[in-house]
């Protein structure tokens, strides 16, 4: 469960006692009668329950963790997916773990004793999201999705850290001579499953620990937009697939075949990869908008569809959570970020050369809020070229591109 919270029993509750008096013999209809009109009764009283602990928490008088317990009651203290993850050596790097200087909700420093992984257990969570080719052996899209989960509205966030599908990380880690990313997932390191094998290069390279991951193959992909109705979205311009698929400009509810076109079409960008990579954000900025406007209820009626069409550890109830947290995060407070870099050539093949300085800087701003400052030193990663600045510091907000900005745009240095 991705939150949890012990009830508490009442254990002065006193039961007052009526006068006795002749008690008359009950028919078996009559018990069933009874039976079932409390199994009712039972019903009504939690649904209006769970109903009003939810509307009193968007009023602020519950913690955005309580309303989650109180509506979805795990009965847990802790987070269930840290403690029987099948995932392989998440934190087994020592850059990776939380370092000095740690502070609590109100800035304060805490004490070695009380920090840990526990503590960022407790305030952030990883989601590595991953969407294979038509194969299914490589990565098209790898995303990281670092839920703040913080009670103050100030700080609780959603951050999305594109990594481009050709970003360098070296031959040892791509197992091809390509040394892309993308190819990690089928042709990595061999000892390790091929989730762990992307699990591995994100952090060695970015120092990204990761709790969770989903995949989604192509069809999956197309079904699930499906399920949700659609996709309402202001198509910016003309996507022309090919001859036969092709998008007009305008608002339109895009199909699931649809959102294939529009997240896959790189062939009219002039940037290619990367000009795929900045208007996918529009794309799920309008998929989450879907999802907020569906609402939550329905969205965890739709729950078992969905999850037969991705791949993940997680359960069926800390997808109940994320979709809590999904419908309840404002647009304005998701931002998506793109690994800073240019392009490079490396063995003849066009590639991603990430900057080195600037990730680490985006990395400890926005991804490393509750661990300490990672160092440049302590990266992995390989830096080809460092030339330009024109992707650094590119990010949006998801209310932004909604609003009609173009996606990707250099913003000024504040």
Not at 97 to 105: G, L
Request: aromatic fraction near 10%; hydrophobic fraction near 35%.
């Amino acid at each position: 469960m991705l939150f949890g919270k012990k009830k508490v029993s009442d254990e002065n509750t006193v039961q007052e006692t009526a006068p006795k008096r002749k008690r008359q013999k009950i028919t078996v209809k009559q018990w069933i009668i009874l039976g079932v009109t409390a199994v009712i009764c039972g019903i009504m009283v939690y649904n209006i329950a769970a109903g009003f602990y939810l509307m009193t928490s968007t009023k602020r008088e519950l913690t955005f963790k309580e309303a989650i317990s109180l509506v979805l009651p795990h009965n847990r203290d802790k987070f269930k997916m840290f403690e029987d993850t099948e995932l392989d050596g998440l934190y087994s790097d020592p850059s990776i773990r939380p370092t000095e200087q740690i502070k609590d909700d109100q800035g304060n420093v805490i004490g070695e004793e009380d920090r840990g992984m526990d503590y960022l257990k407790a305030h952030q969570i990883n989601i590595l999201i991953m969407g294979l080719d038509e194969n299914k052996s490589n990565t098209d899209i790898i995303l990281v999705a670092s839920i703040d989960l913080s009670d103050s509205e100030e700080t609780r966030s959603i951050s999305l850290l594109q990594i481009p599908r050709d970003t360098f990380v070296g031959e040892e880690y791509a197992g091809s001579v390509t040394g892309k990313i993308n190819g990690v997932y089928s042709v990595g390191n061999q000892e390790l499953t091929p989730v762990n094998r992307v699990i591995e290069v994100i952090s060695k390279n970015f120092a990204i620990p990761i709790d969770h991951y989903i995949t989604c193959d192509l069809d999956g992909f197309k079904d699930i937009v499906d399920a949700l109705g659609g996709i309402p979205m202001n198509v910016p311009h003309q996507i022309t697939y090919d001859a036969s698929r092709i998008i007009y400009p305008g608002e339109q509810v895009l199909s699931g075949e649809q959102s294939e076109w529009f997240v896959r079409y790189r062939s009219g960008y002039n940037e290619g990869d990367i000009g795929r990579e900045k208007w996918q954000r529009l794309f799920m900025a309008a998929f989450l908008s879907r999802v907020k406007d569906i609402g939550m209820t329905e969205m965890y009626e739709l729950l078992p569809e969905l999850t037969t069409y991705c791949t993940s550890d997680m359960t069926v109830d800390e997808f109940k959570d994320l979709i809590y947290i999904g419908t309840n995060m404002e647009l304005e407070d998701v931002s998506v970020y793109m690994v800073p870099g240019e392009a490079a050539t490396y063995n003849g093949y066009s590639v991603w050369s990430v900057h080195k300085d600037e990730t680490a800087l985006m990395l400890n701003e926005h991804f490393r809020k509750y661990q300490g400052d990672v160092e440049v030193y302590d990266l992995e990663m390989i830096e080809l070229a460092n030339t330009i600045n024109v992707y650094e510091n590119t990010q949006d907000n998801f209310q932004e591109l909604l609003n009609g900005e173009t996606p990707g745009q250099k913003n000024e240095e504040e």
